[in-house]
């Protein structure tokens, strides 16, 4: 397909998942079959909520949390593509990444329950073994060495990105951008030949509006932050990001991390667990591992940002990727 045509129509698809909405937007040739692919888009963001929810008491990722220790599963292929690439980042990260901080995330009412001082207290105090020590894969069966409840939601909404750009790569479309809330991929190139422009978020849970704009093509963004989903003790405002070190939500954090990387999948991971990390060890860590990151701090003169990477590594604001 021309990224020049003059006979492309713009089509722009969402529909629910996750507690949330995806986004497809691209240009296709006249006479395309936007139903279809509506469809196709819709059943893959089916599916991956239905293996990996925490919300769906009968997901394939809950029945693998009910499943004692010790004792093997069979597991479908995508959820052991996510299980894998969140162990990966869990051991690159120490553990900043963990995937098994299911029983805090519930704990602290970040899940389908209301918070419970006994199982903070019980998540808090908890001798953890990180997940990429305590879960087993064997081609495609998964045991877990010790009990641990694993939590997909740094890791899930990136990768059902990646799906959706794979679905409307395989029905033909090489340009577009796809997302779910602020986690993006951009394919290619807009129909002009210029880059996606995707907004970074200003970290204010008042108001959104954009801090700086990104310019993308073949790349994926994601942020992690502490200014949309967070609970109020005694007045003070917590974040829904779990520090594996505690069992409870980061003390202090950055407002927020944004991560470029090819898939959304890795830019949702690593953006959590450079949260988790803060701007000096997680910015040192990104310098290390070449991962392009943008922190954004809040200071006594407002917001402030640091970056690394070849794209980060001045804090450019509109960059390239």
Known sequence: MSKMSTDLARCALNGPTMGTRWSALFHAPSGFDAGAVQADLQAAMDEVDAQMSTWKPDSELMRLNETPAGEWMS????????????LAIGRAS??????????????????AAEASPDRIRSAMEARRV?????????????R????????????????????LAGILGGAGIRDGLVGIDGEMRAMGLRPDGEAWTV???????????????????????ATSGDY????????????????????????QSPASVTVLAPTCAEADAWATALMVLGADDGGELAR??????????????????????????????AVRA
């Open 75 to 86: 597991v479908p292929a995508r959820l052991l593509d996510v299980l894998r690439l969140g």
């Open 130 to 142: 990180p997940a990429h020590d305590a879960l087993e894969i064997d081609g495609t069966r998964v």
């Open 199 to 221: 907004a970074v978020e200003q970290p204010d849970p008042e108001r959104r509006a954009p801090h700086s704009l990104l310019s993308l093509e073949d790349c994926a963004v």
């Open 94 to 111: 120490d553990g900043a990444f963990d995937i098994g901080m299911g029983d805090a995330v519930a704990a602290w009412g970040f899940g």
């Open 144 to 163: 877990k060495r010790v009990p641990i409840t694993l939590d997909l939601n740094g890791i899930a909404k990136g990768y059902g990105v990646d799906r």
């Open 228 to 251: 949309r989903h967070w609970i109020d003790v005694q007045g003070r405002r917590l974040s829904h990001t779990m520090d594996p070190a505690r069992g409870a939500p980061l003390a």
């Open 288 to 317: 290390r591992l070449g991962i392009d990151a943008l922190f954004l701090l809040r200071g006594a003169c407002g917001i402030r940002s640091c970056g690394t990477g070849r794209l980060f590594g001045d804090a450019t604001m």
